[in-house]
């Protein structure tokens, strides 16, 4: 089944202490994205990734890291989580080619509770 | 930057009764995308335009590329509970290659 996975799905975790949220799709797509999602604020980007080794800023990178070392997965990384930071977040894929190259699939959301 | 707004923010309908939400841009877009997302779940894709004044049906839905550019409409007809949910549309510039979202709009069904 195509799928794009996030892990964990619920965090809740300190102020200071550093944290990965994974993200994997099995669909062979060159594009990973990473949201954040906030009452009334909706969707905004944190970074994207147009391939392997390519990665770049979104409306909101500040206090978050990814890398890109394979194409299936595009981990978030805080490396020092503030209050902030609490949210619920999601990772896309998509093509970067074609007329599909902007149809997104998202994975189920990770909800991360910063104490 | 730009910006994308949609309305209505929320909306209460009756079940059964047609639904209609809009997104509105002070720039261009090539591309409109309308997504939903269920409760605890991530968004799912729609329906996809490409074209201005494309119109585009779903089962129950119809969305239309506005003929400006810088809009887009989603209807749904006949609601049902399953409807429920927040509904975002989304926009892609070839100017800038980035896709926006709008905020979304929360459909809630009375029974």
């Known amino acids: 089944e195509a799928q794009v996975t996030q892990n964990p799905r619920y965090l809740i975790t300190v102020t200071g202490k550093k944290l990965t949220v994974t993200c994997s799709q099995n669909?062979?797509?060159?594009?990973m994205s990473w949201y954040r999602q906030d009452p009334g604020l909706g969707l905004r980007q944190i970074y994207y990734?147009?391939?392997?080794?390519?990665?770049d800023k979104g409306d909101v990178p500040e206090g978050y890291k990814v890398s890109r070392k394979e194409k299936r997965n595009f981990p978030l990384i805080l490396e020092s989580p503030s209050p902030n930071q609490t949210s619920l977040y999601f990772c896309?894929?998509?093509?970067?080619?074609?007329?599909?190259?902007?149809?997104?699939?998202f994975g189920p959301g990770t909800r991360l509770t910063v104490l | 930057g730009q910006q994308l707004n949609q309305s209505p923010q929320s909306m209460f309908i009756q079940e059964g009764e047609d639904v209609s939400m809009n997104c509105t841009s002070s720039?261009?877009?090539?591309?409109w995308l309308w997504y939903k997302q269920d409760p605890g779940e991530g968004p799912v894709l729609l329906i996809a335009?490409?074209?201005?004044?494309e119109l585009t049906s779903n089962g129950r839905l119809t969305a239309q590329f506005g003929i400006t550019r810088k809009d887009s409409f989603l209807n749904i007809s006949a609601s049902i509970p399953s409807d429920v949910g927040i509904y975002f549309c989304?926009?892609?510039?070839?100017?800038?290659?980035?896709?926006?979202f709008g905020k979304g709009t929360r459909l809630h069904i009375l029974p």
């Open positions: 669909m062979n797509h060159e594009y």
């Open positions: 896309a894929s998509s093509l970067t080619s074609g007329r599909a190259k902007h149809e997104q699939f």
């Open positions: 720039s261009i877009f090539n591309t």
């Open positions: 989304a926009g892609h510039s070839n100017r800038d290659d980035k896709i926006i």
């Open positions: 335009l490409y074209k201005a004044g």
């Open positions: 990734s147009m391939n392997v080794e390519v990665t």
